[in-house]
């Protein structure tokens, strides 16, 4: 079975840097890698298109450079895609749309083996994760399945009501918290910066830190990262492809047009209004 790396560097204490991808060429992760500056890609799968194969050629091009891979889940398919992605050589998993502890409980059922003490419901499968057939249902398959790094989602006002419950249950590893879907969930759409938003992930990150787990911030830019790292975080998810092929279009063609004397066309939306901004 494959090292953990992530898994390694959260048993020693060590911080963590991740990207984003919504991206399924795998030779985006390969360029992640070459990058030397990441230990893991997300594969933000909640937002993205894809299928069985594109799981099993991101797995390919992780182990090629050397990354971990983690993928973002959302809810209903928690079993189903989890279950695929670690099979196909990704080694965390986030769960998105956290509501209750039941919630949080299913998402550790679905990573872990079905064996003693484990609490798992994941069986035994011919894929990548274990040669196809060189380590199929083998003590080093419970194991690699008990060093899955599970992360959780923080973003519905129901799951901020019952933290405390939610955070204590065994198999969690990192926390999350989601401004735009938490300030939605409360009546504030739009509004990330909220009082009340920021109250809440505080309280989130104050409270995995006193649990011992690790919060995990993301990033558009690293300038923003000073206030959590004094708050004790150490972990971090910095870009999102989508983003930053968005910001350089917009950036270099205005500023290319602008050259050429030529009037900024007037940017459309999805349903013909005007473009808005990115989160």
Known sequence: MRRNKLRELLSAGQPTLGTHLLSTWPTLVELV?????????????????????????????????????MIKVEQTQWTHQAMRAIGSGFQSVLFADIRTEADARACVAAVRAEAPGTGGRLGVGMRRDVGTVLEVGRPSYVQALNDVVIALMVEKAECVEDLERILSVPGIDMVQFGAADYSMSIGLAGQFTHPDVKKAERRTIELALRKGLHPRIELHDPDHAAAYIEMGVKHFCI????????????????????????????????QGGEGGGIY
């Open 33 to 69: 890698g070459a990058a030397a500056a990441f230990d893991y890609v997300e594969f933000t799968a909640e937002y993205a298109p894809f299928d069985l194969h594109d799981l099993d050629n991101l797995g390919r091009a992780l182990e090629l450079k050397g990354l971990t891979g």
């Open 239 to 270: 870009g999102w492809d989508v983003r930053i092929l968005h910001d350089w279009w917009s950036a270099k063609g205005r500023a290319m047009r602008a050259m050429l004397d030529l009037p900024a066309p007037q940017a459309r939306g999805p």
